[in-house]
């Protein structure tokens, strides 16, 4: 717990951080890439590039010192943390270099302001972040038996063209052994090395069911914007990997997996690639409990956009209690199929649930969608408690930074 005589340097930095967190968190990467350039290769440097994880790094620290005496709140903050953290290697011997250069940014930022109680108070408070994260991602490891950092080496088995801008990759072990399980909604952060000698991850949701003997994962191809570059890593597994490649990713992890009960109904709501975690779960519903309840809403661009109609289609002809509606923004009138299509935004309000207290929500697409369906779903009055989100992204904890 901290210190009685660090409480207040820490409750006062709440103002200051909400003025100054991004200022801070900027510096120290800056700082810390300079010191340790081989971490460039465990970050994510396309949200480094848009400032993503600066501010996500921000909020947790924020989130922290703003909820100091509400610690609850921040179970679910930390539970994505170690999962995002673990699928990466990142160990205890890590946390000292980040909690240096983190002080080490206080004070470039905040100057004569960064007194030394002050300090003392946030190495104080970083130290016990730290060793909750730490001793989270330790037991995390020993449950899955895993050497932190070791990755495994997947031959491509198959590769399927969703839609448009979609391909599916099956994987099986190169090793020719078991896959470990998963739970659906958990993914694996794949790893790939490029000519100039850097490394990226990025995460994929495994999006088939674990009982296949494959993993799968399905990756948009993330096109250049006007004034953005095409997406690095999405691209080249695009371009480059073809059946028999090989592609190294890490044990699955994630907690975007609430328990479903069979009298329950499951509200899958997605948006864009949002849906892979979805799929995975349809799946898996369809194979073990095909008379659950579940209604699946689809927001895609237009038809050449939707992908995994397959999967869906699959699953309507054993689950009779599955109810799909898709969204286009683009439609062509030839598109509509006896009303399950509509053309526009995805719509929440007129919505029919047999009892909203029985109904879970499970979220994931584009960050302002999100928003929106979160706010809809409140509305009509399902609870927080029954909603579940997964971020495909950085989490920028906006409820807890307010
Ligand atoms: C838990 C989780 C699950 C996920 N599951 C899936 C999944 O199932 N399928 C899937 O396709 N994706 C998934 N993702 C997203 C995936 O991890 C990648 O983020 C995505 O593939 C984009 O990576 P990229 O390397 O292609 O793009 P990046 O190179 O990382 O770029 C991302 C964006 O940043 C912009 N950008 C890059 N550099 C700059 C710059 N200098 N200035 C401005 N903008 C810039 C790019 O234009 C692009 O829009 C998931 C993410 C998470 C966290
Ligand atoms: C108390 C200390 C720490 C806090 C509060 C913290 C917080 C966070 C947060 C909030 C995220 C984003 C999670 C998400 O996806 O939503 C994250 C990701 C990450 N963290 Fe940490 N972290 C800490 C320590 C460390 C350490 C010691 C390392 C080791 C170098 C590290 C490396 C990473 C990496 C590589 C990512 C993924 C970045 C990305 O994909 O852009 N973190 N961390």
Same mark, same amino acid.
Request: include cysteine; charged fraction near 20%; glycine fraction near 6%.
């Given at each position: 717990m901290?210190s009685?005589?660090?409480?207040?340097?820490?409750?006062?930095?709440v103002?200051?951080?909400?003025? /100054?967190?991004?200022?801070?968190?900027t510096?120290f990467?800056?700082?810390?890439?300079?010191?340790?350039?081989? !971490?460039?290769?465990?970050?994510?440097?396309?949200?480094?590039?848009?400032g993503?994880q600066?501010q996500s790094?921000?909020s947790?620290? !924020?989130?922290?010192?703003?909820n100091?005496?509400?610690?609850?709140?921040?179970?679910?903050?930390?539970?994505?943390?170690?999962?995002?953290?673990?699928?990466?290697?990142i160990?205890a011997?890590?946390?000292?270099i980040?909690?240096?250069h983190l002080?080490?940014?206080?004070?470039?930022?905040?100057g004569d302001?960064?007194?030394e109680? *002050?300090?003392?108070?946030?190495?104080?408070a970083y130290?016990?972040?730290?060793?909750?994260?730490?001793?989270t991602?330790?037991?995390?490891?020993?449950?899955?038996?895993?050497?932190?950092?070791?990755?495994?080496?997947f031959?491509?088995?198959?590769?399927k063209?969703e839609?448009?801008?979609v391909?599916?990759?099956?994987?099986?072990?190169l090793?020719g052994?078991?896959?470990?399980? !998963? %739970?659906?909604?958990?993914?694996?952060?794949?790893?790939v090395?490029f000519?100039?000698?850097s490394? $990226?991850?990025?995460?994929?949701?495994?999006s088939d069911?674990p009982?296949?003997?494959?993993?799968r994962?399905?990756?948009?191809?993330?096109?250049?914007?006007?004034?953005t570059? %095409?997406?690095?890593v999405?691209?080249?597994?695009?371009?480059?990997?073809l059946?028999?490649?090989?592609? $190294?990713?890490? /044990?699955p992890?994630?907690?975007?997996n609430?328990?479903?009960?069979?009298?329950?109904t499951?509200?899958? @709501?997605s948006g864009?690639?949002?849906?892979?975690?979805?799929?995975?779960?349809?799946?898996?519903?369809?194979?073990?409990?095909?008379?659950?309840? @579940?209604?699946?809403l689809?927001?895609?661009?237009?038809k050449?956009?939707?992908?995994?109609?397959?999967?869906i289609?699959?699953?309507?002809? @054993?689950?009779?209690?599955l109810?799909?509606?898709? !969204?286009y923004?683009?439609?062509?009138v030839?598109?509509?199929n006896h009303?399950? @299509?509509h053309?526009?935004?995805l719509?929440? %309000?007129?919505?029919?649930?047999?009892?909203?207290?029985?109904?879970?929500?499970?979220i994931?697409?584009?960050?302002?969608?999100?928003?929106k369906?979160?706010v809809?779903l409140?509305d009509?009055?399902?609870?927080?408690?029954?909603?579940y989100?997964?971020?495909?992204?950085?989490?920028l904890?906006?409820? *807890?930074t307010?």
């Amino acid at each position: 717990m901290l210190s009685e005589a660090s409480r207040p340097y820490i409750t006062a930095s709440v103002p200051v951080l909400r003025e /100054h967190g991004l200022a801070i968190t900027t510096a120290f990467y800056r700082n810390m890439f300079i010191e340790f350039p081989e !971490f460039k290769n465990l970050f994510n440097m396309g949200n480094q590039a848009q400032g993503l994880q600066q501010q996500s790094l921000a909020s947790a620290v !924020f989130a922290y010192a703003a909820n100091i005496d509400n610690t609850e709140v921040l179970a679910p903050v930390i539970s994505r943390i170690v999962h995002k953290h673990v699928s990466l290697g990142i160990v205890a011997e890590h946390y000292p270099i980040v909690g240096r250069h983190l002080l080490g940014a206080i004070k470039e930022i905040l100057g004569d302001a960064a007194t030394e109680p *002050l300090i003392d108070a946030w190495a104080e408070a970083y130290g016990l972040l730290a060793d909750a994260l730490i001793a989270t991602e330790k037991a995390l490891y020993n449950q899955a038996e895993l050497v932190p950092g070791s990755l495994t080496k997947f031959k491509v088995v198959n590769i399927k063209q969703e839609s448009e801008l979609v391909k599916s990759f099956e994987l099986l072990p190169l090793n020719g052994e078991m896959l470990p399980t !998963f %739970k659906p909604g958990q993914y694996i952060s794949v790893a790939v090395d490029f000519d100039d000698g850097s490394r $990226q991850f990025r995460q994929y949701s495994l999006s088939d069911s674990p009982s296949k003997s494959y993993y799968r994962i399905s990756v948009k191809r993330e096109p250049a914007g006007v004034i953005t570059p %095409k997406g690095q890593v999405s691209n080249w597994l695009h371009q480059n990997i073809l059946v028999g490649d090989t592609l $190294q990713a890490s /044990h699955p992890f994630g907690d975007f997996n609430p328990e479903v009960e069979p009298d329950e109904t499951i509200l899958m @709501v997605s948006g864009g690639i949002g849906i892979t975690p979805m799929i995975a779960t349809l799946n898996h519903l369809a194979e073990t409990n095909p008379e659950q309840n @579940v209604i699946f809403l689809h927001a895609a661009n237009c038809k050449s956009q939707h992908s995994h109609v397959q999967d869906i289609e699959q699953a309507l002809t @054993v689950m009779p209690n599955l109810t799909v509606t898709t !969204f286009y923004k683009d439609i062509l009138v030839e598109d509509t199929n006896h009303g399950a @299509v509509h053309q526009g935004e995805l719509q929440i %309000k007129n919505l029919k649930l047999l009892d909203v207290t029985k109904t879970k929500a499970f979220i994931c697409g584009p960050d302002v969608f999100m928003k929106k369906v979160w706010v809809d779903l409140l509305d009509i009055g399902i609870t927080e408690r029954n909603l579940y989100r997964e971020v495909f992204g950085p989490d920028l904890l906006g409820n *807890l930074t307010k």
